[in-house]
């Protein structure tokens, strides 16, 4: 089985924008997390639309390719992104794992995780899911949350609590049920990954603003594994902020 990380890095963030080239420690970003990526896997790529960023992975020895700037996901520029690579390199990919670039501190543990579900050849799309231990984050509407069923296969992502604990007070809810919190990083058969790119986007995604209920509603199938690691996501300035207060460096 041929395994290949790809990591999407948008430059023109509305939050924060040039927030792959922001030093962290004496790196930048995207080498973070390239290089965490590294530790988990033989072939790592940066799947770009920006020239400044071609330009900085290049410079620490990194492999990089230039997508559309026309993409609306990561997926999508993860589906050009990986043909241009099997062009440039003449191989095929049995599996595409899909790193957010705005993690610096991601756990290669998590990565190997999401590699170990494409053991099953059933495996069409994996992701993680860390089990909530703060009451507070079953009702955080910025954390999407999902239930599973007795596959380990997501049944339902949702930015509410899921599921609805009836007759029990908020604070009560984390005694009555497992709660999960996703972790956004996924896997996909090279195959699998064609066909959703190609699908429109769906009423329940509309609805909760979370592309993989696009999949679910078409019938796909996401393996989910469980991980005790935290994601650590730097979607704005505060959040680097917070990285540096929290002594992670």
Known sequence: MKVIGIIPARYASTRFPGKPLVDIGGKIMIQR???????ALDLVYVATDDKRIEKAVKSFGGKVVITSKKHKSGTDRLSEAIEIIKEQTGEDYDVII???????FIYPEQIESVKKCFKLKRTQ???????IINSKDIFDTNK????LNNK?????????????IRGAKNKDWILKNKFYKHIGLYGYRY???????????SVLEMAESLEQLRWIENGYK???????YESIGIDT????????EAGLL
Request: proline share 9%; net charge positive.
């Open 98 to 104: 899909n790193i957010q670039g705005d993690e610096p």
């Open 33 to 39: 997390v390239y290089e965490q990526s590294k530790k």
């Open 152 to 164: 380990k296969e997501a049944i339902y992502f949702s930015r509410s609590p899921i599921p609805f």
């Open 191 to 201: 195959k699998i990954l064609k066909e959703i790119t190609q699908l429109k986007p």
């Open 237 to 244: 300035r505060k959040d680097l902020k917070r990285i540096f």
């Open 144 to 147: 999407p949350k999902l239930i």
């Open 222 to 228: 996401i393996k989910v594994e469980e991980t005790e």
């Open 125 to 131: 799309i994996a992701t993680l899911a860390k089990p």
